[in-house]
């Protein structure tokens, strides 16, 4: 048994499929499984349930959940003890903001070399508690987080772009207002999974004097774009850079013309915390980032 296996064991239990902890990893799925397997031959117990669709935790693997995470914080306290004291900041985000954390630690390193600066992936709550807690310097968030010691930085804006089905009555325009959506149905997955994402539509559609028509939730194991080829007279939401990277074939992707579809990117750090020159030349670099281009998939 080493770090890795347990590293990749926990990257599944959470994300609950072996190709998003791959992509979370920045390894191959092959590799993520093959070190998964040996770790289960080692311990003589399956950890995970497998099937085309889903992969779930057996009992083994959600008791060992808690064992894995205490060896790697012993893991990372042996480096820290035996490191000398350099200036740290510890970024902590979900995958959909990698790309603009890593292009702004490369800006940050060129201009402070003696700076070492970390990117923790966490969820949601993970990443406000690892702020409050001083595990973490800045969370990367969409929307606000209100807790006493904590103060929220706005650092840039998403844009979401609508989807269709090609055969859409809207589809052939390429910017569409939200009236002209109402009579629709939009397909999103459930509210408790993505508030943000239906708060903001319904806040829209309130600005217009109108409601929003919910459809059938979108399960967590299907994707928004099959459900609008399947529905053609629904429509959809995605992040742009989730949009520029799904495939065409059968969709339509169209602008809201008054860019009532957006949602804060911030920074959320200790109330003072940003007064850090170092942090305060990251959180700088993080808002050029933003600017530079919008950020990841549908997730908070």
Not at 113 to 137: C, L, N, Q, W
Not at 224 to 242: D, K, Q
Not at 259 to 278: E, F, H, K, N, Q
């Given at each position: 048994?080493?770090?890795?296996?347990?590293r990749?064991?926990?990257?599944?239990?959470?994300?609950?499929?072996?190709?998003?902890?791959?992509?979370?990893?920045f390894?191959?799925?092959?590799?993520?499984?093959?070190?998964?397997?040996?770790?289960e031959?080692?311990?003589?117990?399956?950890?995970?349930?497998?099937?085309t669709?889903?992969?779930?935790?057996?009992?083994?693997?959600?008791?060992?959940i808690?064992?894995?995470?205490?060896?790697?914080?012993?893991e990372?306290?042996?480096?820290?003890?035996?490191?000398?004291?350099r200036?740290?900041i510890?970024?902590?985000?979900?995958?959909?903001?990698?790309?603009?954390s890593?292009?702004?630690?490369?800006?940050?390193?060129?201009?402070h070399p003696?700076?070492?600066?970390?990117?923790?992936i966490?969820?949601?709550?993970?990443?406000i508690?690892?702020?409050?807690?001083?595990d973490?310097?800045?969370?990367?968030?969409?929307?606000?987080?209100?807790?006493?010691?904590?103060?929220t930085?706005?650092?840039?804006?998403?844009d979401?772009?609508?989807?269709?089905?090609?055969?859409?009555?809207?589809?052939?325009f390429?910017?569409v207002?939200l009236?002209?959506?109402?009579?629709?149905?939009?397909?999103?997955?459930?509210?408790?999974?993505?508030?943000?994402?239906?708060?903001?539509?319904?806040?829209?559609f309130?600005?217009?004097?109108?409601?929003?028509?919910?459809?059938?939730?979108?399960?967590?194991?299907?994707?928004?774009?099959?459900?609008?080829?399947?529905?053609?007279?629904a429509?959809?939401?995605l992040?742009?850079?989730?949009?520029?990277?799904?495939?065409r074939?059968?969709l339509?992707?169209?602008r809201?013309?008054n860019?009532?579809?957006?949602?804060?990117?911030?920074?959320?750090?200790r109330t003072?915390?940003?007064?850090?020159?170092?942090?305060?030349?990251?959180?700088?670099?993080?808002?050029?980032?933003?600017?530079g281009?919008?950020?990841g998939?549908?997730?908070?």
């Amino acid at each position: 048994m080493d770090f890795r296996q347990l590293r990749y064991f926990l990257a599944v239990s959470e994300e609950l499929s072996f190709s998003r902890a791959a992509k979370r990893c920045f390894i191959s799925q092959s590799a993520v499984s093959h070190q998964v397997t040996r770790l289960e031959q080692e311990l003589g117990a399956p950890l995970f349930e497998r099937s085309t669709r889903v992969v779930r935790l057996t009992p083994a693997g959600s008791r060992l959940i808690p064992i894995a995470q205490q060896v790697l914080s012993l893991e990372t306290k042996a480096y820290s003890v035996v490191r000398e004291p350099r200036n740290r900041i510890r970024i902590t985000a979900n995958m959909s903001f990698a790309a603009q954390s890593l292009d702004a630690i490369a800006r940050v390193r060129e201009s402070h070399p003696d700076v070492d600066i970390e990117f923790v992936i966490k969820s949601f709550t993970e990443r406000i508690d690892a702020v409050a807690s001083g595990d973490a310097d800045i969370a990367l968030i969409r929307g606000r987080a209100d807790r006493p010691g904590l103060e929220t930085v706005r650092l840039g804006v998403d844009d979401l772009v609508i989807v269709t089905s090609r055969r859409h009555p809207l589809s052939a325009f390429s910017t569409v207002e939200l009236g002209e959506l109402a009579p629709y149905q939009l397909l999103l997955p459930p509210r408790s999974s993505q508030v943000l994402l239906h708060t903001v539509v319904e806040d829209a559609f309130r600005e217009i004097g109108r409601r929003v028509s919910l459809g059938p939730s979108i399960a967590s194991d299907h994707a928004a774009t099959l459900e609008v080829i399947t529905n053609p007279r629904a429509w959809t939401v995605l992040y742009a850079s989730t949009a520029a990277e799904t495939p065409r074939t059968g969709l339509c992707f169209m602008r809201e013309a008054n860019s009532r579809l957006r949602i804060p990117v911030c920074g959320v750090v200790r109330t003072g915390g940003a007064d850090s020159p170092a942090l305060a030349s990251v959180m700088h670099a993080l808002r050029q980032s933003m600017d530079g281009g919008p950020t990841g998939p549908a997730e908070d």
